[in-house]
């Protein structure tokens, strides 16, 4: 059954993805998941971006996620704006208190073998699988060096492929940081995720694939591909009116989204703001 999508969202809004069936899965614990993406923290606490100040914003944004109880952070890149280690030390001090794994994945922005370092498993060039209650969780490197565009890589495309046979039967969430679908927002298209087609063929070979998650657009996006949930993130340090053909502020404010995966294979979702 396709999932069912809002159009309006704060922080009561509930979207139910009530996706694809799989076969019958026992309703255990339900993995409530903050998505936290495009936080471009820059080495200097102080400096701004886009006239802001993003480590201010992530700061109070990260205390409404602390009293939602989070069972785990998904950090979908873009988490640095300039790569520095000094840039993932603040991450570090900002995600710490929260007391809850964090599962990242770069960004455009992110040195890779920087973030792997601060957070083990970070993808760099190899695809990273974890389980979380009756889900797995599958994160992808989708960066190119030197380049805002994305692309899913052949060996990371033929890892995935082995992962999904190997557990055809379990309940999955693909998480990358360019979108592998156009979100209508000229500004943020031009560097989407490039040559999507086999990935999007890959994920629909396999009923198992519950949603794919995404930051890098500074909106809230949801669609459905056949059953699947295609959700885009907005950011917790500026987002962007949605259709804009440059990047215009829209009046969300930082926000993140929240993610829960329940133990029969639907899933719930909302966006959570300040």
Known sequence: MAGIICGAYDNTTTQICRTRGTGTHVATMTVNIAQISDCHLPANPDHTYRGINPYRNLEALLKTVKS?????????????????????????????????????????????????????????????????????????????????????????????????????????????????VMVESPWIDKYRMLEPGPFLALIDQYPNIKAVVWGHIHQVFDSDRNGIAMLGSPSSAINGVAGAEKFTPDTLGPACRWLELQGDGNLKTHIVSV
């Open 68 to 180: 939602l109880q989070p069972d785990l952070i998904l950090a979908s890149g873009d988490l640095s704006e300039d790569g520095s280690q000094d840039s993932y030390r603040l991450i570090q001090d900002l995600f710490d208190p929260l007391g809850v794994p964090v599962l990242a994945l770069p960004g455009n922005h992110d040195d890779p073998g920087l973030l792997a370092d601060v957070y083990p498993g970070s993808p760099t060039d190899s695809v990273q699988a974890t389980q979380h209650g009756n889900w797995q969780i599958i994160r992808l490197n989708s960066c190119l060096h030197n380049n805002p565009c994305g692309r899913l890589s052949n060996k990371t495309l033929s890892e995935l492929e082995r992962l999904l046979v190997q557990h055809s039967d379990q309940l999955s969430l693909v998480a990358v940081h360019h979108q592998p």
